[in-house]
Nanobody, 123 residues
Framework: QVQLAESGGGLVQPGGSLRLSCAAS????????MGWYRQAPGKQRELVAT???????RYRDSVKGRFTISRDNARNTVYLQMNSLKPEDTAVYYC?????????????????WGQGTQVTVSS
């Protein structure tokens, strides 16, 4: 089985920083993209940032220049460095990954989600 374990959420003042981590574990053959989504109360889940296996990245406009996604392929881990946080960044942040596992004789690709970590930006 594959699991995504997130950490790093918490309460921070406006203008502060947090770093989220997400480690994938289990019978992993390969990982394509890894990224972060968030969901605020009463709103739909939205993409924050994603990093593809080739190294390219994608960010939503509202976090460009403030958030940085990085990835440690050897550790199957993705990070989200969040700077200059704003109250509107408050949400539950979810890790997302597209992972292939070996189910002999086939490789199966599926999307996995973490359990979510709360980020609250408030004074």
């Amino acid at each position: 089985q594959v699991q995504l374990a997130e950490s790093g959420g918490g309460l921070v003042q406006p203008g502060g920083s947090l770093r989220l981590s997400c480690a994938a574990s289990g019978s992993i053959s390969s990982i394509a993209n890894m990224g972060w989504y968030r969901q605020a109360p009463g709103k739909q889940r939205e993409l924050v940032a994603t990093r593809f296996s080739g190294g390219s990245t994608r960010y939503r406009d509202s976090v460009k220049g403030r958030f940085t996604i990085s990835r440690d392929n050897a550790r199957n881990t993705v990070y989200l460095q969040m700077n200059s946080l704003k109250p509107e960044d408050t949400a539950v942040y979810y890790c997302n990954a597209n992972i292939s596992t070996y189910r002999g004789p086939y490789y199966l690709s599926a999307t996995y989600w973490g359990q979510g970590t709360q980020v609250t930006v408030s004074s």
